[in-house]
């Protein structure tokens, strides 16, 4: 695990991915290899940032390592069941972030899910309309800093506005995970991917639309 934290701290791509697809070969999970290997990089990345010696293009090298390691973690993207429902997944306007969402992409449809990914820097309008378009069974905001927060809590009442009341809202991110459901004014504050997977097979439980 640590030389593929190392890998995706030097943002090499080749090496992170055949340091993922070697603690595949030696039998450790998909789960353990993100919350170990990827977010472990990603939080010393984060302490860089609070120490001030932010460095976008090192940033950006470990973001492309990771989308590497998880291109080859989850090669089709496709799903391995039939299909469970429509999930909307978004971030919202302000917040470039999308490798956590592209995560939650990646596994919501492996595990069964369509997922229409309405991307970075949406338009909250433009989620809500999709939800309704798509018939959704779930809406997802990645929220990575705190400016979003205003527009998170809005989602329930747009969707409620939109006549789309029985769609559950959940959320995810550094920023959106410190800050609890009853606050945002959604359903449930995943702390991984994984954890909202959980959330979504507990509260639509093999809807298949
Ligand atoms: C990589 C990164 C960037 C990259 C983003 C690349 C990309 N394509 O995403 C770049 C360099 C572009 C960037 C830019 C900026 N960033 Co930045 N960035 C980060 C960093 C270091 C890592 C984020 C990350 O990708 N983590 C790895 C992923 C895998 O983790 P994750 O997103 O949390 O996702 C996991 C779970 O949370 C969950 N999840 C995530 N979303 C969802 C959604 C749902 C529905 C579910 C179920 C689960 C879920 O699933 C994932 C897997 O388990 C964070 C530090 C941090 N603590 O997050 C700062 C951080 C988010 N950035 C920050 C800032 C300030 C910025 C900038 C404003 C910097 C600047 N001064 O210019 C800019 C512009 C931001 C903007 N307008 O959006 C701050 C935000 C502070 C705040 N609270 O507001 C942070 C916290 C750094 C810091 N400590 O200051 N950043």
């Given at each position: 695990m640590r030389r593929l934290v190392m890998a995706l701290l030097d943002g090499d791509q080749a090496e992170a991915v055949g340091a993922a697809l070697a603690l595949r070969a030696a039998g450790i999970d998909n789960g353990r290899i993100i919350a170990d290997g990827i977010e472990a990089a990603m939080g010393h990345l984060n302490a860089k940032c609070t120490l001030q010696q932010f460095n976008l293009l090192e940033i950006m090298l470990c973001g492309r390592a990771v989308t590497a390691v998880m291109k080859a973690l989850?090669?089709?993207?496709?799903?391995?069941?039939?299909t469970q429902g429509t999930v909307v997944l978004a971030a919202l306007e302000?917040?470039?972030?999308?490798l956590g969402k592209n995560i939650v992409r990646m596994i919501l449809t492996v595990e069964g899910y369509r997922v229409v990914d309405c991307g970075k820097d949406c338009l909250l309008d433009h989620v809500i309309e999709t939800v309704g378009r798509e018939d959704a069974i779930m809406v997802g905001i990645s929220g990575l800093?705190?400016?979003?927060v205003p527009q998170v809590r809005r989602v329930r009442g747009m969707l409620d506005t939109a006549g789309l009341s029985a769609v559950q809202v959940m959320t995810g991110g550094a920023a959106l995970k410190q800050v609890s459901a009853a606050s945002l004014n959604v359903d449930f504050v995943a702390q991984t991917a994984f954890d909202g997977l959980h959330y979504l097979r507990a509260a639509a439980p093999g809807v298949g639309r």
């Amino acid at each position: 695990m640590r030389r593929l934290v190392m890998a995706l701290l030097d943002g090499d791509q080749a090496e992170a991915v055949g340091a993922a697809l070697a603690l595949r070969a030696a039998g450790i999970d998909n789960g353990r290899i993100i919350a170990d290997g990827i977010e472990a990089a990603m939080g010393h990345l984060n302490a860089k940032c609070t120490l001030q010696q932010f460095n976008l293009l090192e940033i950006m090298l470990c973001g492309r390592a990771v989308t590497a390691v998880m291109k080859a973690l989850f090669p089709a993207e496709a799903p391995l069941v039939p299909t469970q429902g429509t999930v909307v997944l978004a971030a919202l306007e302000g917040d470039v972030h999308d490798l956590g969402k592209n995560i939650v992409r990646m596994i919501l449809t492996v595990e069964g899910y369509r997922v229409v990914d309405c991307g970075k820097d949406c338009l909250l309008d433009h989620v809500i309309e999709t939800v309704g378009r798509e018939d959704a069974i779930m809406v997802g905001i990645s929220g990575l800093i705190s400016t979003v927060v205003p527009q998170v809590r809005r989602v329930r009442g747009m969707l409620d506005t939109a006549g789309l009341s029985a769609v559950q809202v959940m959320t995810g991110g550094a920023a959106l995970k410190q800050v609890s459901a009853a606050s945002l004014n959604v359903d449930f504050v995943a702390q991984t991917a994984f954890d909202g997977l959980h959330y979504l097979r507990a509260a639509a439980p093999g809807v298949g639309r």
